[in-house]
């Protein structure tokens, strides 16, 4: 046995005497119980002026959203019930390795499959260029969506994970990016976070004006990943109700309980967790060259221990942690993660951190890089940044946590690690 492999095995077997407590954030909570019923209420009444036997594309984006496929189906069902043919549209950029098959993959891997929706998928790449009148960027539109007699867009109202502004990831940016396909995806990331902050709502605007944009089913989540808000809107609503969803998003969005940590360890990341497999709002790093990160939470080292099956390999957001498991390594599919990466333009988030054979190898190198022994580390460990609920912390984390009335500590406790390596089962 080399010095290095005993050194691994007695520090694996020392980090097996090292416990993690669970304990429950107390989030807000408040939600839409039977969502199919709330959806057809908000649909009600809405005239869009489309005639018997119009076609009419459901714009249908490659976020992990609660309740997508039922929401999907419901608004089809409100198509059919409307005298229309509704379709589905992939609306995403990049996504899928920006292949219309890997596209159509993406979405039924959320559900959304002809047969449970009741409408044709039509999954091109192929688009149509509109008018720019006058702005800096081209601007594009899927064929299928623009030869429709109207479109329907759906999408999550949330915080962004590349920027801040009046609108973020939602409506603006699902016409801007999404239903431009990968040809607008290329357009306006060439400008860099420039513009994300400042082309993305003209850009919708000239979308609305030119698409034939008829109406938004803007969503938003509570903290446990559950729909709390739904608003189907007209387009000419977008701009004025999209800030207030996304103000109502971030207050409801969670956060971890802590500002400092020594190691963070995520169980997964991916696509369908974030755009970028590990929220930047949550791990306060943000990863863009020349974009200041966040002054909090500040964590030393992460550790990402898998990669999700719905991420179909995309590994991108790996750049923003230190550590990464061979597990994790094997699962890459670097085609797709590389290609989601130059179409933002932001190459750091898809570098390759450091690669370790187990999970206790991983955080063996990530405490070292943070100076400190497992037995004083500030550990918190989540099962992913959507999912901030139950988590597992560290004797000196809990310390600071189990006076705050916000935080319920249980009984449950694990190894860091256990005997053989491996991190211990999170449920």
């Keep these: 046995m080399t010095s290095t492999t005993t050194a691994l095995a007695e520090g694996a077997e020392l980090m097996s005497n090292v416990e993690l407590t669970m304990v429950r954030q107390e989030l807000e909570t408040e939600k839409i119980d039977n969502v199919a019923l709330y959806l057809k209420q908000e649909l009600h009444g809405i005239e869009l002026g489309l005639k018997p036997g119009a076609s009419v594309a459901v714009a249908v984006g490659s976020r992990g959203i609660a309740n997508l496929s039922e929401i999907v189906r419901t608004t089809v069902k409100w198509v059919l019930g409307q005298g229309w043919r509704p379709f589905i549209v992939p609306a995403m950029g990049s996504h899928g390795g920006a292949t219309p098959e890997g596209q ?131 387009p000419q609503e977008f701009e004025e109700e999209e800030p207030k969803l996304l103000a109502e998003a971030k207050r409801l969005m969670p956060k971890l309980p802590v500002d400092q940590i020594d190691l963070l360890i995520i169980d997964e990341f991916g696509k369908d967790i974030s755009g970028v497999g590990l929220d930047p709002n949550i791990i306060g790093r ?71 054979n187990t999970d206790a190898e991983g955080i063996s190198y990530a405490l070292r890089a943070a100076s400190r022994s497992p037995e004083a580390a500030r550990i918190v460990r989540i099962k992913n940044t959507l999912k901030l609920k139950e988590l597992y912390v560290s004797d000196s984390v809990l310390s600071e946590l189990k006076h705050r009335p916000e935080i319920e500590v249980t009984g449950r406790r694990i190894p860091l690690v256990q005997e053989d390596g491996c991190l211990p089962p999170f449920d």
């Design 286 to 356: 943000i990863g863009i060259r020349g974009e200041p990160e966040a002054e909090k939470p500040r964590i030393s080292s992460i550790l990402l221990a898998d990669l999700t099956e719905g991420s179909q390999g995309n590994a991108l957001g790996m750049g923003l942690a230190d550590v990464v498991t061979k597990r994790v390594y094997d699962r890459i599919d670097f085609r797709a993660t590389y290609e989601n990466a130059v179409t933002s333009s932001f190459l750091e988030r898809a570098k390759v951190p450091i690669v370790a």
């Design 104 to 234: 159509r993959a993406v979405l039924e891997h959320y559900g959304i499959k002809e047969a449970d929706v009741g409408a044709p998928i039509l999954s091109s790449l192929e688009v149509v260029e509109l008018p720019s009148e006058g702005l800096a960027n081209k601007v594009y539109m899927d064929k299928y969506a623009y030869e429709a007699d109207g479109v329907i867009v759906i999408n999550r109202i949330k915080p962004h994970t590349d920027f801040h502004g009046t609108f973020e990831s939602g409506l603006m940016k699902m016409c801007a990016i999404g239903i431009g396909k990968h040809k607008q995806a290329l357009e306006i990331h060439r400008f860099g976070v420039t513009g994300l902050k400042e082309m993305i709502v003209p850009t919708a605007r000239q979308i609305i004006k030119h698409g034939r944009i008829v109406l938004g089913i803007g969503i938003v989540e509570n903290g446990n990943e559950e729909t709390a808000v739904i608003r189907a809107l007209r």
